[in-house]
């Protein structure tokens, strides 16, 4: 395990707080070195000014810590569970950002109604249903990232071209092949929701983008065609 990637995660968790996505320490980043199978995460209730490269702690894909002398973030099991599904992913972020979270509180999706979400995220970003309370009571964490994993199979949808997902009376959660990457996600998905929530109370009829406009500004910047960008 490089400190590069420890650095990475630093950078990205303090990201957050420079990008007003976390309030007191609710949220987290980890990285994954897939060659190792290591996780970097930030350790458990630590002040964001507290991180550094040495209180980073490092799990193996079984939860097992093999680096660091702190707790990891008690979401840790739900990264893992990403991980170890979405095998293309190599970062995962959890914040409780307000409009994001509103989502997630009402139970609602987040539907894609102009061009600003169509660059991000290709279509709705869903909302994953409640846990049960024998999946709470067994294992919180762990049968958080099992609900992620399951609706994206049930529903077919690709972790890569949807890189976020809002839980039911939770939060969201994002990812990217970078700490950085994850972090810019969820900034995009903050930002989308409160966009949503503002164009909701001028027009509470309004419909989703239409997909021929969807497929044209997803497509631009993600893909073998994409032209966005330097390249």
């Given at each position: 395990?490089?400190?590069?990637?420890?650095?990475?995660?630093?950078?990205?968790?303090?990201?957050?707080?420079?990008?007003?996505?976390?309030?007191?320490?609710?949220?987290?980043?980890s990285?994954?070195?897939?060659?190792?199978?290591?996780?970097?995460?930030?350790?458990?209730?630590?002040d964001?000014d507290?991180?550094?490269?040495?209180?980073?702690?490092?799990?193996?894909?079984?939860?097992?810590?093999?680096?660091?002398?702190l707790?990891?973030?008690?979401?840790?099991?739900?990264?893992?569970?990403?991980?170890?599904?979405?095998?293309?992913?190599?970062?995962?972020?959890?914040?409780?950002?307000?409009?994001?979270?509103?989502?997630?509180q009402?139970?609602?999706?987040?539907?894609?109604?102009?061009?600003?979400?169509?660059?991000?995220?290709?279509?709705?970003v869903?909302?994953?249903?409640?846990l049960?309370?024998?999946?709470?009571?067994?294992?919180?964490?762990?049968?958080?990232?099992?609900?992620?994993?399951?609706?994206?199979?049930?529903?077919?949808?690709?972790p890569?071209e949807?890189?976020?997902?809002l839980?039911?009376?939770?939060?969201?959660?994002?990812?990217?092949?970078?700490?950085?990457?994850?972090?810019?996600?969820?900034?995009?998905?903050?930002?989308?929701?409160?966009?949503?929530?503002?164009?909701?109370?001028?027009n509470?009829?309004?419909?989703?983008?239409p997909?021929?406009?969807?497929?044209?500004?997803?497509?631009?910047?993600?893909?073998?065609?994409?032209?966005?960008?330097?390249?």
């Amino acid at each position: 395990m490089t400190n590069e990637l420890k650095q990475q995660v630093v950078d990205a968790n303090l990201e957050l707080v420079n990008a007003g996505l976390v309030t007191l320490t609710w949220g987290n980043v980890s990285g994954i070195d897939r060659e190792s199978g290591l996780i970097v995460i930030k350790p458990s209730g630590v002040d964001y000014d507290k991180l550094t490269v040495s209180n980073m702690v490092v799990v193996n894909l079984d939860g097992e810590v093999v680096e660091g002398d702190l707790k990891p973030s008690s979401d840790t099991k739900t990264h893992l569970e990403l991980y170890r599904k979405f095998p293309e992913i190599g970062a995962v972020v959890h914040t409780h950002s307000p409009s994001a979270t509103a989502f997630s509180q009402a139970g609602v999706g987040l539907p894609c109604l102009g061009t600003t979400h169509a660059d991000h995220f290709y279509g709705t970003v869903p909302i994953v249903r409640a846990l049960t309370a024998e999946e709470v009571a067994e294992d919180y964490e762990h049968f958080t990232g099992v609900s992620i994993v399951e609706h994206f199979e049930n529903a077919k949808i690709n972790p890569i071209e949807m890189p976020g997902t809002l839980l039911s009376h939770h939060a969201p959660f994002t990812w990217g092949k970078t700490p950085a990457k994850a972090v810019d996600n969820s900034v995009a998905l903050e930002a989308c929701a409160s966009m949503a929530l503002m164009t909701y109370q001028l027009n509470p009829d309004v419909k989703p983008i239409p997909d021929h406009i969807l497929n044209q500004h997803y497509l631009r910047k993600h893909g073998a065609n994409a032209y966005y960008g330097q390249g």
